[in-house]
Structures are given as C-alpha cells and as structure tokens.
C-alpha cells in the first residue's frame, strides 16, 4: 500500500518536495531514538514564539498557540482531485472496494448495448 500511494502521488510529492525533503531529514535524525526519548528531545526545544521558554515549559503551562495558516512561509499544495484520492486510499473498505472495480473492469468481458438493455 505504501509503494503504492509513493508511485501514484508521485507528482504531488515532487510539487512539496521541500516538505519531503524536511520530512526526511527529521526521520534521519530521529529514527534511531525511543518514543520517551523523543519526547524529551522535543520538551528540551525552544518554544518558536517565545524562544526563553522551552515546550516543556510551554505543555505544562498551556500556552500553546495555534499556528495560523496564513502565517506559514510555504504551504503543502494538493489538488482536490489528490485530496479525494488520497480519501479512498486512506479508508480500508473504500481502497478494496476502488481495487475490486477496477479489477472487474480489467478482467470481465464487456457487454453489448443489447445485453445491457
């Protein structure tokens, strides 16, 4: 399924390749650690609004702050059509469902007009 969704979003990844790029940078780094160590690596970061206190400090205060869509520098770009897509490769029963027609499509013999009617 992984292969499978790498090979037919190929072009929105390619589109976000900075995010792609970003996202595997992290997992190069972090990969190797335990859950538990993650997150005290992440507790130990600075909180990016207010650099003086960390996000430890931040959770156990409840000072997080939503991050506001129209601040962001640069934006995951995906096509309603990808969204809709990626909706029914998401949902088990749909993916099956979308695979079995397909299928269908490809295997059995077409019908005339005639026989349909």
């Known amino acids: 399924m992984g292969l499978r969704i790498l090979c037919d979003f190929q072009e929105m990844f390619s ?3 900075s995010f792609i ?3 595997l940078d992290v997992n190069n780094k972090y ?20 650099p ?23 934006t995951f770009t995906i096509t309603p059509e990808e ?4 909706e029914i490769y998401m949902d088990a029963e749909s993916f099956k469902s979308a695979i079995a027609a397909c299928e269908s499509a490809r295997t059995k013999p077409l019908l005339s007009l ?4």
Do not use: M, W
């Open 15 to 17: 589109r976000n390749s």
């Open 21 to 23: 790029n970003k996202l």
């Open 31 to 50: 990969a190797r650690y335990h859950a538990h160590e993650l997150v005290d690596i992440v507790h130990r970061q600075p909180n990016p609004c207010n």
């Open 52 to 74: 003086d206190v960390t996000i430890h400090d931040t959770v156990a205060n409840a000072l997080i702050l939503p991050y506001f869509f129209g601040a962001a520098d640069q």
């Open 83 to 86: 969204e809709a897509t990626l």
């Open 114 to 117: 005639d026989e349909v009617f």
